[in-house]
């Protein structure tokens, strides 16, 4: 499975952006998705993840302003991030687990993207 990440860029304070993970090689609406963010000098985090039945997860930090979302069809898993704030600025990968559950861990996630940079100005 081979997972492409795109969509990150420069935005203001408040603004939005919209994440895209697109895999290809194998279907994945059997997979968990996850979309995991690392900012200079932190440890990889996660963000959100969806399972293959549509049950979503998040981390406190972004409850109410991101959601994720999946179109089993494009084989693509989108992360719509709003009222983003400087913290949120980081490389935000995507990764997929063959597991059933949404995982934290990110050693427990077999494919991963290329990360796609997110830089949220003041």
């Known amino acids: 499975v081979q997972l492409q990440a795109c969509g990150g860029g420069l935005v203001q304070a408040g603004d939005s952006l919209r994440l895209s993970c697109t895999a290809s090689?194998?279907?994945?609406?059997?997979?968990?998705i996850a979309w995991f963010r690392q900012a200079p000098g932190k440890e990889r985090e996660l963000v959100a993840g969806i399972t293959n039945t549509g049950k979503s997860n998040y981390a406190d930090f972004v409850k109410s302003r991101f959601t994720i979302s999946r179109d089993n069809a494009e084989n693509t898993v989108h992360l719509q991030m709003n009222s983003l704030k400087p913290e949120d600025t980081a490389v935000y990968y995507c990764?997929?687990?063959?597991?059933?559950?949404?995982?934290?861990?990110?050693?427990?996630?077999?494919?991963w993207g290329q990360g796609t940079l997110v830089t949220v100005s003041s």
């Open positions: 090689g194998r279907p994945f609406r059997y997979y968990v």
């Open positions: 990764a997929l687990d063959p597991g059933l559950q949404i995982i934290t861990i990110p050693r427990s996630y077999n494919y």
